[in-house]
């Protein structure tokens, strides 16, 4: 190998590496988003608990889901913190910036989104990555209905 395609190699490591690690900042940025619309309340489980992120990761993982959703998402994240949103600050400066980017038609629509896919998470099958140990349904006491999925996706043509 040339000392020319090292370096592009190399390059092109870096630039996975630091794409890789904003792209985790930002999950980590909307987990908190969820867990200030679900926090932790008696019963009911938070966001986190339920695992909302991990089903949001792997339902955009697949081929069927609308790619403009998670571009969406990830640009309201980017919105959010444009307007001061950080994972540090407390309850009620994330209530007011939450209330704030609501009044905004990008933000409603935005939050309108992501409550969507946390609603998913919290109610849909544990096969699909949320609801871990069904505790969205234990918190309802739903019971599942039977059938229940075996298969995470079905094949596409």
Known sequence: MNRRSFIFLGAGTITSCLCANESEKKWRILQSVQNHIFPKNGSFPSAEEFSSIRYLKIVSSHPSFDKDDLRFI?????????????????????????????????GKNWISTVLNYTLEAL??????????????????DHKAGIPRPTVRFAKLP
């Not at 994240?77 to 980017?101: P, S, Y």
């Not at 109610?123 to 309802?140: E, F, T």
């Open 74 to 106: 990830f640009d309201g994240v980017d919105e959010i913190v444009r307007v001061g949103w950080k994972n540090t600050l407390a309850k009620d400066e994330k209530e007011k910036i939450m209330m704030n980017f609501s009044k905004t038609t990008f």
């Open 123 to 140: 109610l849909s099958d544990p096969l699909y990555g949320g609801n871990v140990a069904q505790k969205g349904w234990r918190s309802l």
